[in-house]
Nanobody, 126 residues
Framework: QVQVVESGGGTVQGGGSLRLSCVVSGRTFSILNIGWFHQAPGKERELVASIMGGGTTYYVGSAKGRFTISRDNAKKSAYLQVDSLKPGDTGVYYC????????????????????WGQGTQVTVSS
């Protein structure tokens, strides 16, 4: 049974930081591509960053320079450090795992990921 569990969300003031964590069980973690997605209220979830099994990272749009994705295979965990938060970063952040893609770039659309967590809420006040 595959489980994906996120944690680390919360409410912060604009300019603040959070570190989101994701633990994946039931898969061989080291070969998974891990994506972090942001879903703003009323909008579709969108990829913000991804890290492939070999450690290659990929960032989308405004995440570049503000967000840092990393992984610790020994802990079967992935992380998203989010800095300089803006009100537009408010929403639910999901961690997802892909077991299929072996070549860069990682999957970009949420439909390409196989396993999902329940999400963690991030609220940024102005």
């Amino acid at each position: 049974q595959v489980q994906v569990v996120e944690s680390g969300g919360g409410t912060v003031q604009g300019g603040g930081s959070l570190r989101l964590s994701c633990v994946v069980s039931g898969r061989t973690f080291s070969i998974l591509n891990i994506g972090w997605f942001h879903q703003a209220p009323g909008k579709e979830r969108e990829l913000v960053a991804s890290i492939m099994g070999g450690g290659t990272t990929y960032y989308v749009g405004s995440a570049k320079g503000r967000f840092t994705i990393s992984r610790d295979n020994a802990k079967k965990s992935a992380y998203l450090q989010v800095d300089s938060l803006k009100p537009g970063d408010t929403g639910v952040y999901y961690c997802a795992a892909d077991i299929k893609r072996v070549a860069y770039p990682p999957p970009l659309h949420w439909t390409e990921y196989d396993d999902w967590g329940q999400g963690t809420q991030v609220t940024v006040s102005s």
